[in-house]
């Protein structure tokens, strides 16, 4: 698909214009321009460097949002083998927002989960724009006790800007479906791998986070409210929304620095869209590798270290 | 029958308010003299509203007297992100301190009901609206891991406007604390009741104030996930009559009981009687 260019990315797209203009004009008049072509490619990448390597938070807040970007279901077909969805939460419906299933990663045997968004309209409708409903993380709960009792590890795909504030979601109870999940994981008798791919929305990014490690790819993000709902409040204005995500700290790098993640994984450069084979197959090496070291532990030792992580999270004083 | 008998320790601490403090009642608009509200829990006279109580006369309220052993009372907050919007969270911090006189938006400590032990939670909206930061998640998950430990039953009475932004995900994180912790309290057998009270919302109701063995909620607080702002404005749909209110959610099936706050303290006692069986 075309990709849909962010504000910032205008250098890099001008460049790319120009070059593409410059090589369709010597075709057709037949002139030897190879000098100058080499002078823009390397104007380009320099550009690309310069603006991909010096992200702001909220430019990264951009990209994670993007639509081009790979989504859950395209990592769990790609970074994953032989997925087979799993539907329902044997209560009241199928949540399209948090498909889920059996999967295979390295040499893993699977459940996973996770938020996914749609690329277009049509999409978005059906998957909810990635906010799930209680029935959402109640299948995922469904599936991680279904792990549990084979010996599956579980693995969670984060990518939401909330759960969903609806009658509906209120009526069925979104915060008890969520909270439920926070208990039963931390003690969920299995190794679990969250990754935040894009969106790390608050609760409902949590409601499936509760993990052995929480990973992060490398422009997502990971706060405890939008930066534009953080504006908006603080700030008064959504138009602060750069200010409250740099305030936030909701970078992969701003995390693993406060010690509340355990890896960034890093992605190619301008993102994951830039080059997706990229992309899906550092989630697979990521992934593997820490289910290989969780899978060696006994059980008994990765709950103690699982509560321990959880529990050291907090910064006070005066106790 | 005796419902509720005050607890007898109220003289030595300043109840004195200054005359002509009136408060309209915003449910049925009679003015209240604040004394008088205060010595009637924080319950309207005429109609039964339940306004905001503060923590420090729950506590006082619902425990026998003499008998709460205060945990961590020195716990203060800190600005680990150096957080600056319009005002800074440390200026925040000492404002509300100097209004409230609490140090953050938890009391917590051990405490006997009717002669029953337990570890007890209250959470105070006039602090920050009572928003979950590492003081509020350290001190609940400290109480309820003291509790698991001395296998006491826990009691946490909610009020939350969610988490508290300005600790960042570090508040977020929170929330899966005191779920683990209450998580290890459950695997023990050792019964959890959580006391909802207006409003509780956001990461509050959506952690440890939803999953109690037995939920209560004070009449009409209101409870949810998100703001009705929020949800309006996301959905263009109207929202129901009594939408997010507590008697909304007993009868969509997460709230056991509706408790008036003056039943409170014997209801908890005789649930407590039920579940938590001492050997
Ligand atoms: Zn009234």
């Not at chain 1, 002139?31 to 104007?43: P, Q, T």
């Not at chain 2, 209250?122 to 400290?142: C, Q």
């Amino acid at each position: 698909m075309k990709l849909q260019p962010l504000e910032f990315e205008k250098p890099v797209l001008d460049l790319e214009a120009k070059l593409a203009d410059l090589r369709s004009s010597s075709a057709a008049n037949d002139i030897n321009i190879e000098a100058e072509a080499a002078k823009l490619e390397e104007k380009l990448e320099k550009t690309r460097h310069e603006i991909y390597t010096k992200l702001t938070p909220w430019q990264r807040v951009q990209i994670a949002r993007h639509p081009a970007r790979p989504f859950a279901l395209d990592y769990m077909q790609l970074s994953f083998t032989d997925f087979v969805e799993l539907h329902g939460d044997r209560l009241f419906g199928d949540d399209s927002a948090m498909p889920g299933g059996l999967a295979t990663i390295g040499k893993h045997k699977c459940t996973v989960i996770g938020h996914q968004k749609g690329r277009d309209t049509k999409e978005n409708l059906k998957r909810n724009f990635g906010s799930a409903h209680p029935e959402g993380y109640r299948k995922a709960l469904r599936l991680m006790r279904m792990g549990e009792k084979f010996g599956l590890p579980f693995v969670s795909l984060i990518d939401t800007p909330g759960a969903y504030p609806g009658v509906g979601a209120e009526e069925r109870h979104i915060s008890e479906a969520i909270a439920l999940n926070l208990r039963e994981m931390m003690a969920l008798k299995t190794p679990t791998v969250a990754v935040v791919i894009g969106e790390g929305g608050s609760g409902g990014a949590l409601g499936i986070g509760v993990a052995d490690r929480v990973l992060m790819l490398e422009n997502s993000y990971y706060s405890v409210i939008s930066p534009e709902g953080c504006a908006a409040i603080l700030w008064k204005h959504r138009k602060h929304a750069p200010e409250a995500a740099e305030a936030l700290k909701l970078t992969g790098q701003d995390l693993l620095g406060l010690g509340l993640i355990d890896e960034v994984i890093s992605e190619p450069l301008g993102g994951a869209h830039q080059d997706q084979t990229a992309a899906v197959l550092n989630l697979r090496l990521a992934v593997t590798k820490h289910l290989d070291e969780l899978s060696e532990q006994p059980l008994e030792q990765l709950l103690e270290t699982r509560y321990a992580k959880f529990r050291k999270f907090g910064e006070f004083a005066g106790a | 029958m005796s419902i509720f008998s005050r607890p007898s320790f109220y003289s030595d601490k300043k109840r004195e308010l200054p005359t002509g403090l009136w408060q309209k009642c915003p449910a049925c608009s009679e003015l209240i003299h604040n004394l008088e509200l205060q010595q009637n829990f924080r319950v309207c006279p005429r109609c039964d509203h339940h306004f905001v109580q503060p923590a420090t006369e729950r506590v006082e309220m619902l425990v026998d007297a003499e008998t709460f052993e205060e945990h961590d009372a020195n716990m203060v907050s800190v600005d680990t992100l150096k957080f600056t919007g319009q005002a800074s969270y440390t200026e925040r911090l000492r404002s509300y301190q100097k209004k409230t006189g609490l140090k953050d938006a938890v009391l917590t400590g051990f405490c006997q009901i009717q002669g029953l032990k337990l570890g007890l939670a209250v959470m105070d909206f006039n602090f920050i609206a009572a928003t979950m930061g590492s003081v509020v998640g350290e001190k609940l998950t400290r109480l309820i891991e003291r509790s698991t430990q001395e296998r006491l039953p826990v009691v946490i009475v909610s009020a939350s406007g969610g988490a508290r932004m300005y600790e960042g995900a570090i508040s977020l994180m929170q929330m899966a604390k005191t779920c683990g912790a209450l998580s290890r309290h459950s695997a023990k057998r050792l019964p959890y009741i959580s006391v909802m009270t207006h409003p509780t919302t956001g990461g509050v109701s959506a952690s440890f104030a939803t999953v109690g063995d037995v939920n209560l909620a004070e009449p009409r607080a209101m409870v949810g996930f998100a703001g009705p702002r929020v949800i309006r404005e996301t959905t263009h749909q109207d929202l129901p009559a009594g939408f997010q209110t507590a008697e909304f959610l007993r009868d969509h099936g997460l709230v056991d009981q509706i408790v008036h706050r003056k039943q409170m303290r014997e209801t908890l006692h005789r649930l407590l009687s039920y579940l938590h069986n001492i050997q």
